[in-house]
């Protein structure tokens, strides 16, 4: 089945402590992309892959971090954690232009305290 | 100002009932996309309109781009309580999708 696998669905964390949300998908896909999803403001970009070791801001990349090193993978980095992190993450992929549609993650929802 | 309008942002309606919801814009797309989120959910691509005054159904969904594909509209027939959900359109940006704020749909029993 052609999916997108993010882990973990739930994560709590504390302050500072850093973590990674995994990211893998079945549809050699060239194109990912990470988005936070928060209450009033939508979906939002944080960062996006072109294709392997080719990466990219999105619209609210402060605070992450991002690789490409394989074409199926792309975690999602939160170096030093804080409060205003604390939202819905999804992952997707496309093909290169996007135009026939995103495959999405089942999200991870994460909350620092 | 949001590029995707979309309204109403909330509709609460019988099992039974149909409705309609829209996607405005004042830009011209290429395209548009069509998904729907269920809670604690990712987004899932329901359809792509692609050309002006295309009309596209799944079973009891039916999409519509505008003639000058400006606008999109999803209507749902006799409305079931597994339509529930966030239904969001968006279009392909610069290396992105750019989603409007989405309707939030409740079919009750």
């Known amino acids: 089945e052609a999916q997108v696998t993010q882990n973990p669905r739930y994560l709590i964390t504390v302050t500072g402590k850093k973590l990674t949300v995994t990211c893998s998908q079945n549809?050699?896909?060239?194109?990912m992309s990470w988005y936070r999803q928060d209450p009033g403001l939508g979906l939002r970009q944080i960062y996006y892959?072109?294709?392997?070791?080719?990466?990219d801001k999105g619209d609210v990349p402060e605070g992450y971090k991002v690789s490409r090193k394989e074409k199926r993978n792309f975690p999602l980095i939160l170096e030093s954690p804080s409060p205003n992190q604390t939202s819905l993450y999804f992952c997707?992929?496309?093909?290169?232009?996007?135009?026939?549609?995103?495959?999405f993650g089942s999200g991870t929802r994460l909350t620092v305290v | 100002t949001q590029l995707l309008e979309q309204s109403p942002q909330f509709l609460s309606i019988q099992e039974g009932e149909n409705l309609t919801v829209y996607c405005n814009s004042s830009?011209?797309?290429?395209?548009l996309q069509w998904y729907r989120q269920e809670p604690g959910e990712g987004p899932v691509l329901l359809v792509t309109?692609?050309?002006?005054?295309e009309v596209k159904k799944l079973k009891r969904l039916t999409f519509q781009f505008g003639d000058a594909r400006k606008d999109s509209s999803l209507h749902i027939t006799a409305a079931q309580p597994g339509d529930t959900g966030l239904y969001l359109c968006?279009?392909?940006?610069?290396?992105?999708?750019?989603f409007g704020q989405g309707t939030r749909l409740t079919i009750n029993p």
């Open positions: 830009s011209v797309f290429s395209s």
């Open positions: 892959s072109m294709n392997v070791e080719v990466t």
């Open positions: 309109v692609v050309t002006g005054g």
């Open positions: 549809m050699n896909h060239e194109y």
């Open positions: 968006a279009i392909q940006g610069a290396q992105k999708l750019v």
């Open positions: 997707a992929s496309s093909p290169p232009t996007g135009y026939y549609g995103y495959t």
